[in-house]
Nanobody, 115 residues
Framework: QVQFVESGGGLVQPGGSLTLSCAAP????????VGWYRQAPGQERDRVAL???????DYSDSVKGRFIISRDNAKNTVYLQMNELKPEDTAVYYC?????????WGQGTQVTVSS
């Protein structure tokens, strides 16, 4: 199992930016494909971005062109840079493996976009 710890959330105005971080203290971190997921109240948890162990990335249509996922394997950390934030981006953000069926979820980090 890989336990991720998310941080960096907060309150931001519409149009603003925020960068989230996700760390996992495992020696094989560089081999992992890692995704950022989010869950808004009353909604299912959905993946918004994925970064492969080779550095390739993929985004949901709802965030494409606004969010950027990156990783620093030396720090065992994946980042999510969120730009042009909208109220509908409000959610708890989590990171986890691409295939997370048997991997635990962390506590997540709350992002609230509001004026």
């Amino acid at each position: 199992q890989v336990q991720f710890v998310e941080s960096g959330g907060g309150l931001v105005q519409p149009g603003g930016s925020l960068t989230l971080s996700c760390a996992a203290p495992v020696s094989f971190f560089r081999r992992l494909n890692v995704g950022w997921y989010r869950q808004a109240p009353g909604q299912e948890r959905d993946r918004v971005a994925l970064i492969s162990n080779g550095g390739g990335s993929d985004y949901s249509d709802s965030v494409k062109g606004r969010f950027i996922i990156s990783r620093d394997n030396a720090k065992n950390t994946v980042y999510l840079q969120m730009n042009e934030l909208k109220p509908e981006d409000t959610a708890v953000y989590y990171c986890n493996l691409e295939y997370y069926d048997r991997n635990p979820w962390g506590q997540g980090t709350q992002v609230t976009v509001s004026s």
